[in-house]
């Protein structure tokens, strides 16, 4: 499915159609990562899970009516370690199922362990026109503390292979790593805005219940950064990234202007996404409804399912208006923008409650962008979750 190079929509106000594909399998397990991975130590059957992934897309097809999709994100697990004749395929179906225009973004993961210049260059051929690039950390130390396969020779070869082939390229960096100064955390920062990336996604790290960390942190062999020390990371992080042109537009992710992830403003303004592979999730507006879809997680019984029945759902949940309201609350707080006040207005049936609001306002956590739009300050997004509270209540 090659296409031009990818034009950035504007915001009209439509939070768009994404689609999202999940690809399970990674090659090993980190210990802080918590989504829907799996390693398997057989070579994975790709042609029958594409044939799985376009039967799923023909339910997510009529659950969702007709769309015309404004970003594609493939997702994982490591879909860089699918074939570019899979991805071929699942984006190839993607344009069946749904009107795909030409130049919209489609995203793929990849680790810099799993980089071959053979594979990006099929992938760009496939119509991959931005990848988001797992890297982590800039120390090989770190690096191998994250449980990463690569080191930062790898990640460098990754990223430079990256900009020559993708017309967009973002990468990740966890930190807030134990022992972290800001010193240090400041300098790694920098370097990584050198390498002319125009979009970074950065991260705290969190102990996540269910990973290897958590066992290690509960059993006292992990000490990890206090809340304080945290917090002077995150403000650093902000100051640098905004001085050198690539501020914050979410909590976690920066970028130049323009060049902001647009299948990421989708769910985070709030806008429907079919999620198709195991363990994704969606919300597909019908009517004034909302349905919230959830598949199976483990990758063989999610395969069975959808040969079985045609599709690997395991819940549907319709979401009343209040429910609607409450995660666009919790989506668009992240996002400098902010939330759109009439269309929360319009879901809940309410105006925040004027004495909860009035105390986030006096405390410097949240501000009006004059009387259409609502968002947290910088000192808001520390307590992030405690603002969305009160203003949902």
């Not at 972290?180 to 125009?198: F, P």
């Not at 597909?284 to 349905?291: A, N, Q, V």
């Not at 409650?353 to 410097?364: I, N, S, T, V």
Request: charged share 25%; glycine share 8%; net charge negative.
């Amino acid at each position: 499915m090659a296409e031009a190079t990818p034009i950035l929509l504007p915001d009209t106000g439509e939070p768009g159609f994404g689609v999202y594909v999940h690809w399970p399998f990674c090659a090993a397990k980190c210990p802080y990562c918590d989504f829907n991975s799996h390693v398997r130590h057989q070579p994975v059957d790709q042609p029958r899970f594409v044939s799985a992934f376009l039967r799923e897309m023909q339910e997510m097809r009529r659950l969702s009516g007709p769309k015309t999709v404004t970003s594609i994100f493939l997702g994982g697990g490591t879909p860089s370690l699918m074939a570019p004749e899979t991805v071929d395929a699942i984006l190839n179906g993607i344009a069946r199922h749904w009107h795909v225009p030409d130049g919209i973004e489609i995203t793929m993961e990849a680790n810099p362990s799993s980089v071959e210049a053979t594979r990006f260059r099929g992938y760009r051929s496939a119509g991959v026109n931005r990848v988001s690039l797992g890297v982590q950390a800039l120390n090989d130390p770190d690096l191998k503390f994250l449980g990463r396969l690569h080191d930062v020779a790898d990640a460098l070869k990754a990223v430079r292979l990256a900009r020559e082939i993708f017309p967009r390229m973002s990468f990740d960096l966890i930190y807030a790593r134990p022992g972290q100064t800001v010193e240090a955390w400041e300098k790694e920062l920098r370097e990584a805005i050198s390498y002319a990336v125009d979009h970074l996604s950065l991260y705290q790290l969190t102990i996540e219940e269910g990973t290897a960390f958590y066992g290690l942190h509960k059993a006292g062999k992990l000490i990890t950064l206090d809340e304080e020390q945290s917090a002077v990371l995150y403000e650093a992080t902000q100051e640098i990234t905004a001085r050198e042109g690539l501020p914050a537009y979410e909590v976690s992710n920066h970028a130049r202007p323009g060049a902001e992830s647009r299948h990421n403003l989708t769910y985070w303004r709030y806008g429907d996404y079919a999620g198709i592979g195991p363990g994704a999730h969606g919300r597909l507006t019908r009517g004034r409804d909302k349905i919230a879809t959830a598949t199976e997680r483990v990758p063989e019984a999610w395969l069975a399912a959808v040969e079985e029945r045609g599709h690997g759902m395991v819940d549907q949940e319709i979401l009343d208006l209040e429910e609607q309201a409450d995660e666009l609350l919790l989506m668009g707080l992240r996002l400098r923008e902010g939330v759109d006040l009439a269309r929360w207005q319009q879901l809940s049936g309410r105006d925040p409650d004027p004495a909860k609001e009035q105390f986030l306002l006096e405390h410097g956590f949240i501000e009006r962008l004059g009387n259409s739009r609502l968002r947290c300050t910088p000192s808001g997004m520390l307590v992030l979750d405690a603002v969305v509270a009160d203003l949902a209540c």
